[in-house]
C-alpha cells in the first residue's frame, strides 16, 4: 500500500528523543524543546508524503545530528583527545535489515552513513577506517572535524577533566543523544539512534548506540525502539531487545519500559531513557534519569516534554 498526500493514515506515528541525561539549564531546555519539536515535525511530514518508517527515522535524527545543541553530529561531546568519534545505527523492522557504524570522524551525518551500511553492504556494521573509507567510496563529503565542535562541547570536556569524573551509571551528564521510532502507513515499523559518546571517554570507546538490540531495534512483529542513557549500563542489559522481550512476553509498552528500565537501574544502578512504539501503534517515552527531551507526532498531534510531568500538546499544521 502506498500512501501518498491525501490518503493520511492516522496510523502514522514518529516519536523521538533528545538523550537521557542530568540536570538541563532552562535557556538550553527551550532550545532542546524546539529541535526535538522540529525533528519530530520533520519526520511526520515524511511519513505524511508516503515515506517509510526507515526515511522518517533517518530524517528526524540527521535534523538532530545537524543541530548543535545535541551530542550526535555537530555538537557532539569530545573524547580524551579533544577529538570527536561518533556511533549511530539504523534498523528496518520490515526484514530486521540493519546498519551500524561506530568511532566514526569528519562526517556530517553518521546516521545517513549507517543507512548504506545497512543498504549498501553485506554487512550490518562497520567502525574506524573502514567506515571512513565506506563513506568515501559511497561520496559522502569528508567535514574538517572543527565543523562538529562546539564552544559548548569544548567547555565541557574541559570541566571534565578538571572534575575528573568518570561517568557513574547513576548520574549519565551526557545528555543530548537522539535516537527516533517511526510507524508508516503500511505498519512498518524502524529505528535510528546516534550520539558521539560520552564526554573524556577513551580512544575508541563504543558504546550501547551502536549495537543493535543496546541502542535499538525495530521488529514489525513486536515494536521499534531507541535508547539512551549510560552506555555501558545499556549494553550490560541489552536494553533495546530486553524491552521489546517484554513485550513478546503480554506486557503492554508502558510496562515493559518501566520492567526493563527499573531492572538496568537494580541490576546496575544504570539510568537512561528510552522511546518505544509497539506494533499497535502505542507509543511511550519513559526514562530514570533526570530528564529526556523527546516528542511525539501522532493523529496531527505534536507532544514534547523534557522533565517529569511537563508534557505540552500542539496541533500540527
Ligand atoms: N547520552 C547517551 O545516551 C550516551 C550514549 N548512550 C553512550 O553511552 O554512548
Redesign the pocket.
Same mark, same amino acid.
Given at each position: 500500500r502506498f500512501c501518498g498526500a491525501g490518503s493520511i493514515d492516522m496510523s502514522l506515528v514518529l516519536v523521538v528523543h533528545g538523550?537521557?541525561?542530568s540536570n538541563i539549564s532552562t535557556d538550553r531546555k527551550e532550545r532542546m524543546r524546539q529541535g526535538i519539536a522540529r525533528a519530530a515535525t520533520e519526520g511526520y511530514n515524511i511519513l505524511k508524503e508516503g515515506g517509510s518508517a526507515v526515511d522518517a527515522v533517518e530524517g528526524a535524527v540527521a535534523v538532530l545530528e545537524n543541530d548543535p545543541e545535541f551530542?550526535a553530529g555537530c555538537g557532539s561531546v569530545l573524547n580524551v583527545n579533544g577529538d570527536v568519534e561518533m556511533?549511530a545505527s539504523i534498523m528496518d523492522g520490515k526484514n530486521l535489515s540493519a546498519g551500524a557504524v561506530s568511532a566514526v570522524r569528519c562526517i556530517a551525518n553518521p546516521i545517513k552513513l549507517a543507512r548504506l551500511v545497512m543498504e549498501k553492504t553485506p554487512h550490518c556494521f562497520l567502525t574506524g577506517h573502514g567506515a571512513e573509507k565506506f563513506a568515501a567510496d559511497m561520496g559522502v563529503p569528508e567535514i574538517p572535524v572543527e565543523k562538529l565542535i562546539t564552544e559548548r562541547s569544548k567547555k565541557h570536556l574541559e570541566k571534565e577533566k578538571q572534575e575528573k569524573g568518570a561517568?557513574k551509571p547513576d548520574c549519565?551528564k551526557?545528555?543530548?543523544?537522539v535516537g527516533a521510532v517511526a510507524m508508516d502507513c503500511n505498519g512498518n515499523l524502524a529505528y535510528a539512534t546516534s +550520539? &558521539?559518546?560520552?564526554v573524556n571517554?577513551m580512544i575508541g570507546?563504543?558504546?550501547?548506540?551502536p549495537c543493535i538490540g543496546a541502542?535499538g531495534y525495530a521488529d514489525n512483529n513486536i515494536g521499534a525502539i531507541s535508547? +539512551? &542513557?549510560?552506555?555501558?549500563s545499556?549494553l550490560k542489559v541489552n536494553l533495546a531487545r530486553l524491552t521489546l522481550f517484554h513485550i513478546e512476553q503480554g506486557k503492554t509498552a508502558e510496562e515493559a519500559a518501566e520492567l526493563a528500565l527499573n531492572y538496568m537501574k537494580s541490576k546496575l544502578k544504570g539510568l537512561?531513557?528510552l522511546i518505544l512504539i509497539s506494533k499497535t501503534g502505542d507509543w511511550v517515552a519513559k526514562w530514570t534519569s533526570v530528564s529526556m527531551p523527546w516528542a511525539a507526532a501522532k493523529d496531527d498531534k505534536l507532544q514534547t516534554g523534557i522533565d517529569f510531568g511537563d508534557t505540552k500538546i500542539v496541533d500540527l499544521p
Open positions: 538523550g537521557g541525561g551530542n556511533d561517568e549519565p551526557n545528555t543530548g543523544t +550520539t &558521539g559518546g560520552i571517554k570507546r563504543v558504546g550501547d548506540s541502542g535508547t +539512551t &542513557g549510560h552506555g555501558e545499556i537512561g531513557g
